[in-house]
């Protein structure tokens, strides 16, 4: 082994480099790597949380794909995320075209962008409570403004009926990401060069037109990484149903009737509620392939094709 | 004259969205210096007298302080922890050649496509096998290893680093290790700056992770501790207090944004235009 020793190593410099990368990779394989293929490994048995798993198969995938209250999740995840994203993009849009319009250059751009963006810093679980306590069906601040200002005749329990709680969630999670969509849009905006929006007016462009062929189709690499990245993190909604729902406290039961109950939460009440360790493993890799699958067709409606 | 009326419609607008994000805030701290009663009974723009008795009934239940202190504590060593092992992982990548290189680039941009609840059960089994429940370790130490932040600076070292400037250190005599601090690490302290002001914004706000880690309530990081607030007391009376416990637990980071805003903007700025 004496052949071997640092000073060895250090003989050609660029073999300083696997000294440097040592302490990331021990560390990422311990607790990147060994995680996922440990959820992997105990998809495929019956494992309490103690003792040893036993393996089974694949039974708890197939009681993932016939368990309706694991397909309620996933579309109650969906359905609260598309909302979100449509509201969120939308709104982002609409900024990044007013903000880069070259005929009313609009000022204060990086007062607006801090303060559009001040939600996204919040933790989730600050924001849950904020809106949780403003919502309050009737006590609630908002409740309150609506009926001073004739919005409203009587109290609204925003997060006790089944039809306004989802969407209150995704209005929610739109007001928290907006800023952050609006400020990567606008940075794309501003890495294309201005000759191509001053051609654009040449040319009798309107700001529509100009718009939808020019400024989209640049910055359909920003728009992918959003949507991929919105995808990742919305299926993965767990803070804010999980501290808003209509019960007292957290909970995992999604109340009202189930409809606030996502995939994550799902997860969570077999994985650390009931300890069916195995089962919400199984629920973690599905829901991964799942946003694989989607991930994958956002490449291919967004990404197009290369040219 | 159209054009000066439109511009101003535009101008209203955007001031009423700024105003939409801006009034949850508002009203949080309002209604924490209102009682409870002057809360249930009607909303008001302007702070009300009550602060301190709000004051008293929060902490009677619950010191946020320790939250607080428990945070700085997680968030503080993850974070520096992120900054270094980032950028010296990430300038390895991109300044030096060898056997790996592309394979270990390859697993770290599938590695953050990966989404997170994937590894939770594994990491809580782990976890509980190297007995690391209700420490704080596994909350710190796989700060280390931040995949989307070493493919960052990663990108940002080859284009900001020369590798003529590293050829004059190395004629010097500077040991590599020793470039990499004098040379290297103060070249890429705006990168690095920018990436630890949004992991240390993350660490702060963690939540679902210290959830099943920590057992013990006089452990637990803020914003655990924030979501057990109205477990115990009863919200239609103290309804001051807990948007005073929510104050708390927003306005430091509302400080910070207010300092650094230009960091944390330009950091997702970066994120939008990685290619």
Sequence with gaps: MKAFSIKDLMKNRNNAAYLFVLPFIIVFLIFNVYPVLRTLFLSFTEYKGYGDPVFIGIDNYKRVVGDKFFWRALYNTIKMWSLNIVLQLGLAFLLTMVFSDIKYKVRALPVFRAVYYLPNLIAATSVAFLFKTLLDWKYGTFNQMLLTMGVIDEQVNWLGDTKTAWAVIAVIQAWMWFGNSFIMLMAGVQGIPSDYFEAAAIDGAGRWTTFGKITIPLLRPILLYIAVTSLIGGLQLFDLPFLMNGAGGPSTQGAPSGTLQTTVMYLYKFGFETHQVGFASAIAYTLFFIILFVSIMEFKFIGGKED | ?275
């Design chain 2, 1 to 275: 004259m159209e054009h000066k009326i439109k511009k101003g419609i535009l101008y209203v607008a955007l001031v009423v969205l700024a105003l939409s994000c801006l009034l949850p805030f508002w009203l949080m701290i309002v209604n924490s210096t209102r009682s409870g009663v002057e809360i249930t009974h009607s909303f008001s723009f302007l702070p009300g007298h009550s602060l301190k008795d709000n004051w008293i009934v929060l902490f009677d239940y619950v010191n946020l302080f320790t939250g607080f202190f428990n945070s700085i504590k997680v968030a503080v060593p993850a974070t520096l922890l992120t900054a270094y092992f980032s950028a010296i992982t990430a300038y390895a990548m991109a300044m030096y050649e060898w056997k790996g290189n592309s394979l270990m680039f390859k697993v770290i941009v599938v590695f953050m496509m990966i989404p997170s609840q994937l590894s939770l059960i594994g990491f809580y089994n782990l976890c509980q096998k190297l007995r690391l429940i209700d420490s704080y370790v596994p909350l710190i130490v796989p700060a280390i290893a931040a995949p989307g932040i070493v493919f960052f600076l990663r990108q940002y070292t080859k284009s900001t680093l020369s590798k003529a400037l590293l050829e004059a250190a190395r004629i010097d005599g500077a040991s590599e290790i020793l470039t990499f601090h004098k040379i290297v690490l103060p070249i890429m302290s705006p990168g690095i700056a920018t990436m630890s002001i949004g992991a240390f914004i993350g660490n702060w706000n963690s939540y679902l992770v210290p959830l099943i880690l920590l057992n013990t309530p006089r452990k637990m990081t803020l914003p655990v501790m924030i979501s057990t607030l109205n477990a115990a007391t009863d919200l239609q009376k103290n309804q001051g207090a807990i948007y005073l416990g929510v104050a708390i637990s927003v306005v430091p980071i509302m400080i910070v944004f207010s300092f650094c805003s230009k960091y944390i903007i330009s950091s997702i700025s970066a994120g939008g235009v990685k290619e």
